[in-house]
């Protein structure tokens, strides 16, 4: 029997059991809302408001004609906007919760320790067995850190960096202030922000403007064995550059988690690349708690009439 009279979420990455856990988590705070699992056939269309989404199939979200608002189950909308019919008036909102934040700035302040401390060279000597005491590394007090996109994420892990010792500078798009972060923005403050770089962050938004970014002559400006960490999205770096730039020693580690194809193809050579550490998107994956106090969040404000938070921009393309 179809149900019309309920306002219905539509969820499309739960397990049977995860959904009956988000059922009970809704029902005591939002209990007119009905929340279904993407392939439940007694679903009325019409009665979908929401959804929230990780790669939904092409054309799925063009079946819902008073759909309210697109939830991204991500920071990023990329797997969201591949659809060519997706309807263009229809908030899309991302997923960052301090959650998000707390996970990216552990996972970068990780990598950031395990680039100055040498340790994709420590990795290589214990494999092949040789003592290497003389792999000591540097101290995170004498480096300075650059993050490339000071927004939610970027903001955060810098905050957490400087807690640590390290020195941190950041660009953006446009001016911007964070305490203790010298800023540079805009297309003329990208050399001198590249050229203190002794690790590079990227956490710049996939946008047109920003693949590919990561090329020949953005890792040239870096210093000589610069470290690299790769937590923004895949299409921004050009692995064919950073295997040159690693291989003649202008870069001598990169962290890596994402990728332009994910899972990243077994014959890629980064998978084996004496300098590369590879995770597997990871860095900032939440929890289901977190995920549905914002999904309760951004549906409370729709209702109530108010602005949504975190919702993507069409235009700028983030
Ligand atoms: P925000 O939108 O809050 O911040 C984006 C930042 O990038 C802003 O500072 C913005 O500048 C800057 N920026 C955008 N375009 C340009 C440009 N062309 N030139 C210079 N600066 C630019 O995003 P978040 O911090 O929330 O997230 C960043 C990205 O991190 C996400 O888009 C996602 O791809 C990635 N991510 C990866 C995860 C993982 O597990 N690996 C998990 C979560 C997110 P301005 O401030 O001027 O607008």
Redesign the pocket.
Known sequence: MKITEQETLLINFLTDAELAEWKIYFSSRLPDLRLAAWDDASVDPLSVRYVLVWEPEAGQLARYPHLRVILSE???V?HILADTALPPDIPIT?M?TPE?AAR?ADYVTMACYMLVRRLPDIIQAQRHKRWAAHLTGGLASETAVGI????????AVAQRLLANGFSVHG????A?TVPGVAGF??AEGLSPFLTRSQIMVN?????A??RGIINDDFLAQLPDGAGIIN???GRQLRHDALLHALDCGRVSGAIL??FPQEPLPEDDPLWCHPGVIVTS?????ISHQSKAQHALTIIQADRAGQALPLVFDRT?G?
Do not use: N
């Open positions: 991500a920071a990023g990329d991302r960052v998000t990216m490339l996109g000071l927004g939610r994420l970027g903001t660009w953006a798009r446009s911007k923005f805009g956490l710049l938004p996939d946008t403007e920003t937590v923004g999205r988690d994402v998107h990871v860095a900032s994956l700028l983030y």
